[in-house]
């Protein structure tokens, strides 16, 4: 089967990073914009696994997700709601994968907290 960037774009977007790390460029570049940077293929994979650590008990629903590709550029937009016995939280968020001989070579990540309810609201204050 040929290669497809935007389906390993959307793999990683969807946290199903089994079928998105095998990608990885080894000097891969994972920018997590207002929060941090990651270098190389271990900072990722090793990020990957805390957040599925953390999702543990967490149902995903994705109401959104949309790709977009071109070239050795793929853009996944999304928004999720994780929904876990204390309560829900909803993130939109888009991702812009560049890629290279079928490898990602860089990540640029935008995300923010939205109202579970309302998608075009900010978010309900903390302790509701």
């Known amino acids: 089967m040929a290669f497809d960037p935007g389906a390993v774009g959307r793999a990683f977007s969807e946290h ?3 079928d998105a790390l095998g990608h990885l460029a080894k000097d891969v570049k ?7 940077v990651l270098e190389g293929a271990d900072a ?4 990957c696994r805390d957040t599925l650590e953390s999702l543990e008990g967490t149902r995903m629903e994705f109401d959104r997700c949309v790709t ?4 050795d550029v793929v853009a996944v937009d ?3 709601r994780y929904v876990r016995a204390d309560g829900m939280t909803a993130v939109a968020s888009c991702a812009i994968y560049e890629f290279a001989d079928d490898k990602i070579t860089a990540i640029t990540s935008y995300a923010v907290e939205i109202d579970p309810h309302d998608p075009g ?7 509701r």
């Not at 990722?44 to 990020?47: G, I, M």
């Not at 609201?121 to 302790?127: D, F, K, L, S, Y």
């Open 30 to 36: 994972w920018t997590i914009v207002g929060y941090m």
């Open 16 to 18: 199903r990073f089994d």
């Open 121 to 127: 609201a900010q978010p309900p204050p903390r302790g």
């Open 68 to 71: 977009a590709a071109g070239g």
């Open 44 to 47: 990722v994979r090793q990020t």
């Open 78 to 80: 999304t928004v999720a």
